[in-house]
């Protein structure tokens, strides 16, 4: 497990294809809009203004890899309570589609339902500026 700035957050890097989902789990208030933007912007290239997605459940970006357009989704889902509301918001629609790379904030309720390609945890440190971050494939 490393331990990031905000200054050096550029040198986590993360191996990114399609389909491919990342599960971001953390403590509340704990950088997750900041983790989300960097990987959006910094090592995807999105040009787009990243905002949290927590009223509106999920945010939809678009991408090229290799010449290919590819949809990005950033799902917060800390306001669902269960796989129902999950399925209510037509999100397993989108999960059901390859063309995707999602990043999924809060991701308990779908954990028995969808393996993650990547886990990002985020720990708090004694630093204000500063978190652990454990990055895990499968």
Request: hydrophobic fraction near 40%; glycine fraction near 0%.
């Amino acid at each position: 497990m490393k331990k990031y700035s905000l200054i050096n957050l550029k040198n986590i890097e993360i191996p990114l294809a399609k389909p491919y989902l990342i599960f971001l789990k953390w403590d509340l208030w704990a950088w997750k809009t900041t983790i989300s933007k960097h990987i959006l912007n910094n090592l995807l290239k999105v040009k787009e203004d990243i905002t949290s997605p927590t009223y509106t459940y999920y945010n939809k970006y678009n991408w090229f890899l290799d010449k290919e357009e590819v949809e990005i989704y950033h799902f917060d889902l800390y306001r669902l309570s269960n796989y129902d509301e999950f399925f209510a918001i037509w999100a397993e629609d989108i999960f059901d589609n390859n063309n995707w790379i999602i990043l999924v904030e809060w991701p308990d309720i779908i954990e028995k339902y969808y393996k993650p390609d990547l886990i990002i945890e985020l720990f708090k440190t004694e630093k204000q500026d500063e978190r652990q971050i454990k990055i895990t494939s499968n």
